[in-house]
């Protein structure tokens, strides 16, 4: 399974974009699908996760209410839309999918070495 970010850019603070993670070489429909991101110097956070179904979801308290993780299976790609960006967003965001016993739910921590297919990454800045 290969994963692919795309929808980054620069906005201003208050902005939105919105990510999208594309998957090739394997079906999606059996993944949970996480989003990462890792700001210069920081380590590596989870931000939101997607269960295979799409029925559950989670996010990091910093972005709950602002993002939201959506995911079509017939495409093969998982969303992130971002609203109400504000410059601490600003970071490199990853999708990965999990180790098969990861299981999305809120309160559930994502840790990096949960997850084992990662994407390349895709730069999100956002100016004051």
């Known amino acids: 399974l290969q994963l692919v970010e795309s929808g980054g850019g620069s906005v201003q603070s208050g902005g939105s974009l919105r990510l999208s993670c594309l998957a090739s070489?394997?079906?999606?429909?059996?993944?949970?699908v996480g989003w990462f991101r890792q700001a210069p110097g920081k380590e590596r956070e989870g931000v939101s996760c997607?269960?295979?179904?799409?029925?559950?979801?989670s996010y990091t308290d910093s972005v709950n209410g602002r993002f939201t993780i959506s995911r079509d299976n017939v495409k093969k790609t998982v969303y992130l839309q971002m609203n109400s960006l504000k410059p601490e967003d600003t970071a490199v965001y990853y999708c990965?999918?999990?180790?098969?016993?990861?299981?999305?739910?809120?309160?559930?921590?994502?840790?990096?070495?949960?997850?084992?297919?990662w994407g390349q990454g895709t730069q999100v800045t956002v100016s004051s």
């Open positions: 990965a999918t999990p180790d098969p016993m990861f299981y999305c739910e809120g309160g559930v921590p994502m840790l990096e070495e949960d997850f084992s297919s």
């Open positions: 997607i269960s295979a179904s799409g029925d559950n979801t």
């Open positions: 070489g394997d079906t999606l429909d059996e993944n949970v």
